[in-house]
C-alpha cells in the first residue's frame, strides 16, 4: 500500500519556469519508493509565461494533479501585485484543506520559488495537524537582496522575507535546499534551527529526458552549422548576476580571436534561451558583445525553447559554456543536463559554489573557478586558453563520469525525499526547531 504526500509548487508543468522540474521529478520517481504524490498547483490558464506542452508529456498520466486558479494579472497589476503565490494564495489554501479532509495524506511538502504560498505551513502544522517539509530552491532571504535599495520594491520584498521567514520555518518538520552553502547561511541566520533536521538536496537530472529529446528532435538540427563551423553552446537564462562571468568570457573572446584568427572564424558561441520570461525576450548578451567587440563570434536567441527542444541543442552542441554568478550559495540545475548531455564544457563558478565541486569532481570539461571578483577580472588569459582547448580537443577532455553524478539523478533524488518522508512521519510531532 502506497502512502500520499501532498506536494504543493505553484508553478507544474506545463509551465516551463525551472522551478517544475523539483517536483516534477517527485511526481515520476516517487511512486517507485511507495509514496504516492498528489500535486497541488496554479492552473496553466493564469500563468503569465509561454507554456510548454511537451514538457507537461513527461509527467505520469496516472499523476493526481490538482490544479487551481488564480486572480488574473489584468486586476492585480495595478496593486503592483504579479507574484503567482500571491494571487492564487486563497486558492490553494482551500484546495489544500479540501483535499487533506477527503484524502489519507500523510505530510505536505511545499516547494519554493516563489514563496509567499510557503506562508501555508503554519495552518498546515496547526489547523491541519500534519507535518510539514520546506523545500528552498532560492532562498528565500538573500544577499542579493539585503544589498537592495530599502525603499525599493525588491529591498522591502527583502525586509518582508525576513520577518516571515521565521514565522514559517517554526512550523516545518524538515528542511531542504539544493546546497549545503544555502543551508549554512540559513543557520547563521537562525541558529535555533535544528541542523540534524536540515538536508541539502540538488534539483538533479532525469536521463530519461534525453531520450525523449532524441526521439523528437534528433531529425531537426538545433544548431545552425556551417561546414567546419564550431558550436558551443549556452542553454538557459541570463541575468544581471552572470555580467561579470559574462564580461570576462567575451573578453577572453577577444583574446583568442587574436591568438587564432582562423580558429576565431569557424567559431560561433551561442546563447540560447537567455530571457526568462519567453513572451517579448530581448537580447541581453549580444549587446554585451558588441560592447566587447566580439559580436561577430556570438549569436544570441534571447526565446527560450521548450525544455525538450533545450536539452537536444545541449546535445547537438560541440561543446558547452556555464556560467555562473558571484554567489558562493548559486547551485545551477542545469549542470545536471550538462554533464548527462554527456558533451564537453568549460564552465566559470565561484569556488565555493557546489556546481562547481559537482563538476571538478565529474570531469569531461574544463571547470574553472575564482575566489572573489577580483580574480574574476584577471582570468581572461585562462579562459582563452581554455576556450582553445574545448575548440580544438574536446576529444582530449575525455567525459564526465557517470558514477560521479549518479547521486544525482532524479530516482536517486526522490529516494531521498522518501527517506526523509519516513523519518518525518515516524515523530509527525518534531519540529526544526525543538518538539512541541
Not at 521565521?166 to 534551527?193: F, G, H
Amino acid at each position: 500500500m502506497q502512502r500520499e504526500v501532498l506536494i504543493i509548487s505553484p508553478y507544474f508543468p506545463p509551465s516551463q519556469l525551472a522551478g517544475v522540474h523539483r517536483s516534477r521529478h517527485l511526481a515520476k520517481h516517487l511512486p517507485k519508493t511507495g509514496w504516492r504524490p498528489v500535486v497541488l498547483c496554479v492552473d496553466e490558464q493564469d500563468h503569465e509565461q509561454r507554456l510548454d506542452f511537451e514538457l507537461a508529456r513527461l509527467v505520469p498520466s496516472e499523476t493526481n494533479i490538482v490544479k487551481v486558479p488564480a486572480l488574473p494579472l489584468v486586476l492585480t497589476r495595478s496593486f503592483g501585485v504579479g507574484d503567482i503565490s500571491l494571487r492564487a494564495f486563497w486558492s490553494m489554501k482551500n484546495a489544500l484543506t479540501q483535499i487533506v479532509r477527503s484524502r489519507p495524506i500523510e505530510l505536505v511538502m511545499i516547494t519554493a520559488a516563489p514563496n509567499y504560498h510557503l506562508l501555508l505551513a503554519p495552518l498546515i502544522r496547526t489547523k491541519l495537524g500534519l507535518p510539514v517539509v520546506i523545500d528552498f530552491q532560492d532562498p528565500w532571504v538573500s544577499n542579493w537582496g539585503a544589498m537592495q535599495e530599502p525603499w525599493s520594491k525588491a529591498g522591502m520584498s527583502h525586509q518582508l522575507a525576513k520577518l516571515l521567514e521565521s514565522k514559517v520555518l517554526r512550523a516545518a518538520s524538515w528542511i531542504t535546499s539544493v546546497s549545503e552553502r544555502q543551508n549554512e547561511e540559513m543557520l547563521l541566520r537562525r541558529p535555533w534551527l535544528d541542523r540534524s533536521r536540515i538536508t541539502a538536496i540538488p534539483i538533479g537530472g532525469d536521463p530519461d529526458d534525453f531520450i525523449m529529446a532524441d526521439r523528437l528532435y534528433a531529425s531537426i538540427p538545433t544548431k545552425q552549422k556551417a561546414g567546419d563551423q564550431i558550436n558551443i553552446n549556452y542553454v538557459g537564462s541570463y541575468w544581471p548576476a552572470v555580467e561579470p562571468t559574462l564580461r570576462l568570457l567575451l573578453r577572453s573572446l577577444e583574446l583568442l580571436r587574436a591568438r587564432s584568427p582562423s580558429l576565431a572564424q569557424r567559431l560561433k558561441v551561442n546563447f540560447i534561451g537567455t530571457d526568462s520570461t519567453s513572451i517579448g525576450a530581448r537580447p541581453s548578451v549580444f549587446p554585451l558583445a558588441q560592447q566587447e567587440g566580439v559580436d561577430g563570434l556570438v549569436t544570441e536567441m534571447p526565446q527560450r525553447l521548450p525544455y525538450l527542444q533545450a536539452i537536444a541543442s545541449l546535445r547537438q552542441a560541440d561543446g558547452l559554456l556555464l556560467l555562473g554568478s558571484d554567489e558562493p550559495h548559486y547551485t545551477a540545475s542545469k549542470i545536471y543536463s550538462a554533464l548527462m548531455s554527456e558533451r564537453p564544457y568549460l564552465s566559470i563558478y565561484s569556488s565555493e559554489s557546489s556546481a562547481h565541486a559537482i563538476l571538478k569532481q565529474a570531469g569531461g570539461g574544463i571547470a574553472l573557478s575564482f575566489d572573489n571578483r577580483y580574480q574574476l577580472e584577471n582570468m581572461d588569459s585562462l579562459v582563452s586558453n581554455a576556450l582553445y582547448d574545448l575548440a580544438t580537443k574536446p576529444e582530449a577532455l575525455g567525459r564526465a563520469n557517470s558514477l560521479t553524478y549518479a547521486t544525482y539523478k532524479a530516482a536517486r533524488i526522490a529516494e531521498r525525499f522518501a527517506e526523509i518522508f519516513e523519518r518525518v512521519t515516524l515523530s509527525p510531532r518534531a519540529l526544526v526547531c525543538g518538539d512541541v
